[in-house]
């Protein structure tokens, strides 16, 4: 099995920046695509951006030209780097995954990562 593993979330005042991280682990024959999904409190969990194997980049409309999403590393990790932080930026985060595993490499498995929070507000 895989186990994804995010990091970096805290506290942030309006304008402000930060850096979330996401690790995978485990029996992982092909990282196929690494993506970040965020959920506000009473909102639906949205995407916020991904990023696939051969490095093409998608963004939510709402973080478009604040947020980038790095290449995926040899170790399976990738990172989210968040500028221009807002109130509406607040949510948990979740690192979300698509791998291939060695048990079964004719299979396409998706996993969530526990979430990590961010809070904006002055």
């Known amino acids: 099995r895989c186990s994804c593993r995010a990091s970096g979330g805290g506290s942030v005042q309006p304008g402000g920046s930060l850096r979330l991280s996401c690790a995978a682990s485990?029996?992982?024959?092909?990282?196929?695509?690494m993506a970040w999904y965020r959920q506000a409190p009473g909102k639906e969990r949205e995407l916020v951006a991904s990023?696939?194997?051969?490095?093409?980049?998608n963004y939510g409309d709402s973080v478009t030209g604040r947020f980038t999403i790095s290449e995926i590393n040899s170790d399976n990790s990738m990172s989210l780097q968040m500028n221009g932080l807002t109130p509406e930026d607040t949510a948990v985060y979740y690192c979300?995954?698509?791998?291939?595993?060695?048990?079964?490499?004719?299979?396409?498995?998706?996993?969530w990562g526990k979430g990590t929070l961010v809070t904006v507000s002055s």
């Open positions: 979300y995954v698509n791998v291939r595993e060695f048990r079964t490499p004719g299979i396409a498995t998706n996993y």
């Open positions: 485990g029996s992982i024959r092909r990282m196929n695509f």
């Open positions: 990023i696939t194997s051969g490095g093409s980049a």
